[in-house]
Nanobody, 117 residues
Framework: QVQLQESGPGLVKPSQTLSLTCSVS??????????WSWIRQPPGKGLEWMGV???????YYNPSLKSRASISRDTSKNQFSLQLSSVTPEDTAVYYC?????????WGQGTQVTVSS
């Protein structure tokens, strides 16, 4: 069974860069169509799609985050990552990674990230 797990610091100071990694186990992410996404949910709000990297390597971002967000992948390690620069308290949220692979959708359990001084 394909499983995803987010990892990274739970507390980040304003103006710093938030870095998260999603580790994938239980399946190959190098075969067929794949889309690797980051999604977040601020307290009391709905899910916000942040961006995606797809099979052929192209990235797409939520326009509101494009200037600050960067998504990358390392297929040899079955990992993909998120970097979000110049964070503010408005970036406090539960962050999820999601993988669409061979027509199926897989989610990580989410990780809480708090931006505070």
């Amino acid at each position: 069974q394909v499983q995803l797990q987010e990892s990274g610091p739970g507390l980040v100071k304003p103006s710093q860069t938030l870095s998260l990694t999603c580790s994938v186990s239980g399946g190959s992410i190098t075969t067929g169509y794949s889309a690797w996404s980051w999604i977040r949910q601020p307290p009391g709000k709905g899910l916000e799609w942040m961006g995606v990297i797809v099979s052929y390597g192209s990235t797409y971002y939520n326009p509101s985050l494009k200037s600050r967000a960067s998504i990358s992948r390392d297929t040899s390690k079955n990992q993909f990552s998120l970097q979000l620069s110049s964070v503010t308290p408005e970036d406090t949220a539960v962050y999820y990674c999601k993988l669409v692979l061979r027509g199926r959708e897989y989610w990580g359990q989410g990780t809480q990230v708090t931006v505070s001084s």
